[in-house]
């Protein structure tokens, strides 16, 4: 069974940093594109950044790009997000998921197995 695990989640005024991590399992992690999405209560779940199977490509929502740097540790089955430079929009439940083979792709419908999500909240 695929568990993901976020951690890193907090609280940050504006313009400071967070580093989001999620821990994989059951299933050959160096062998997925992985991704990681974000929620506000009431809205859809939106893409934020995806890195392929061996990390050689990576993609960012347009909002994001610049400030966050998604990477991956295949000897510790672990997906990273760095983000900085953080604004109050960026308040949201970050979630981290598998996709379904081993691309970067912003299509949330390509990723079948999702993490519980850690809260980030940047305060102004």
């Known amino acids: 069974q695929v568990q993901l695990v976020e951690s890193g989640g907090g609280l940050v005024q504006a313009g400071g940093s967070l580093r989001l991590s999620c821990a994989a399992s059951?299933?050959?992690?160096?062998?997925?594109?992985m991704g990681w999405v974000r929620q506000v209560p009431g809205k859809e779940r939106e893409f934020v950044a995806a890195?392929?199977?061996?990390?050689?490509?990576?993609y960012y929502t347009e909002s994001v790009k610049g400030r966050f740097t998604i990477s991956r540790d295949n000897a510790k089955n672990t997906v990273y997000l760095q983000m900085n430079s953080l604004k109050p929009e960026g308040t949201a439940v970050y979630y981290c998921?598998?996709?379904?083979?081993?691309?970067?792709?912003?299509?949330?419908?390509?990723?079948?197995?999702w993490g519980q999500g850690t809260q980030v909240t940047v305060s102004s």
């Open positions: 890195i392929s199977y061996s990390g050689g490509a990576t």
């Open positions: 998921a598998t996709h379904s083979r081993g691309y970067a792709s912003t299509r949330l419908s390509e990723y079948d197995y």
């Open positions: 059951g299933r050959t992690f160096s062998s997925y594109g």
